[in-house]
């Protein structure tokens, strides 16, 4: 009797259980926006949209395998005037994560403000950022886009050992945003780190002793990079390397590069050299290029860009 009576409780408990478990499937299969869990996106990896070259080879070295980065400026193209397309505002709206740096590019900054405010990632938060210079506050382009940056200068990049702690806080980032790899990002965010940690010192081993001090630049983008190696930039045109100096101010450029017995005038990649072609031919010194890593590099990445960039300013300012 006893056994008969067990019997019949365990049979409608197993019923029970069922039943309890067809419930829970379909509940599940109902919940369209529920937080995803492991593996129900095939092969879905974390969307991350990253506005410029530097940010894009960042969030590819912390991301991993583990998300899927799509770059807003296409290599090749100057970032500062870059125009969205709808397909690109289509994909703010979309990523789970931006990574940019406001006051770069001003499209980019209201694209963000707009359409993905509470999924964005600005890299110059994490970094104790230097004022926009004189060149760029001047009349030559910053001026109008001072209030988009704060007055900051955006060019965080150029220094590594910012870049360094970019990494860190996009691996805590990351790690928040997709906590099931959440380990992995961090280690990524470590590692790259450490790389930019060893650039940070052979940056600064290589430029410990120039014969000269000042860099005469296109656009001021390389203030980050003068603070961090005691270096002085002069910066021909402003924040916007498309803005045209004005003679009263080539003419001052002239005036220091002369002063300064400067031998390098540095034109970029993406700018017309013809403004630095005329200064040189007026200071008599050589041109070299000096690239700020706004656009993916003809080869290499930011690592093998920063590297030439030492060898140049090596060259261009007799550092033993
Ligand atoms: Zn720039």
Same mark, same amino acid.
């Given at each position: 009797m006893m056994s008969d009576s067990s019997r019949r409780t365990g049979t409608r408990v197993a019923g029970l259980l069922a039943l309890t478990t067809a419930l829970a499937v379909t509940a599940c299969s109902r919940g369209t926006t529920g937080s995803p869990g492991a =593996?129900?996106?095939? =092969?879905g990896t974390t969307g991350v949209t990253a506005a410029i070259y530097p940010l894009q080879w960042l969030a590819e070295r912390v991301g991993g395998p583990d998300v899927t980065v799509t770059g807003l400026t296409k290599p =090749?193209?100057?970032?500062?005037?870059l125009e969205l397309t709808p397909p690109q505002i289509a994909e703010l709206e979309q990523t789970r994560l931006v990574v940019y740096i406001k006051g770069v590019q001003p499209a980019v900054d209201e694209a963000v403000e707009q359409h993905a405010a509470d999924r964005r990632?600005? %890299?110059?938060?994490r970094v104790k950022p230097l004022a926009a210079s004189a060149g760029q506050a001047g009349e030559q382009g910053y001026a109008g886009k001072e209030e988009r940056g704060a007055g900051r200068d955006p060019h965080v990049w150029l220094d590594p050992s910012r870049l360094a702690a970019v990494a860190t806080g996009l691996g805590d980032r990351l790690a928040a945003a997709d906590p099931a790899h959440a380990q992995a990002y961090r280690d990524r965010a470590a590692a790259t780190a450490a790389e930019l940690t060893a650039l940070d010192g052979e940056l600064a081993r290589g430029l410990d002793t120039c014969a000269s001090r000042a860099i005469v630049t296109s656009?001021? %983008?390389?203030d980050y990079l003068a603070e961090r190696y005691r270096l002085r930039q002069i910066g021909i045109s402003g924040i916007d390397p498309d803005a045209e100096p004005s003679p009263a101010r080539l003419a001052e450029v002239a005036k220091v590069a002369k002063q300064e017995k400067v031998t390098t005038i540095f034109t970029e990649t993406?700018?017309?050299p013809k403004v630095a072609e005329v200064l040189a031919g007026e200071v008599g010194a050589k041109i070299a290029v000096l690239d700020p890593v706004e656009s993916r590099p003809a080869d290499g990445d930011y690592l093998s860009a920063m590297r030439r960039n030492l060898t140049t300013l090596q060259a261009a300012l007799s550092c033993s």
């Open positions: =593996g129900d996106s095939p =092969g =090749g193209v100057e970032p500062h005037d990632f600005d %890299a110059a938060d656009h001021t %983008a390389f993406l700018v017309s």
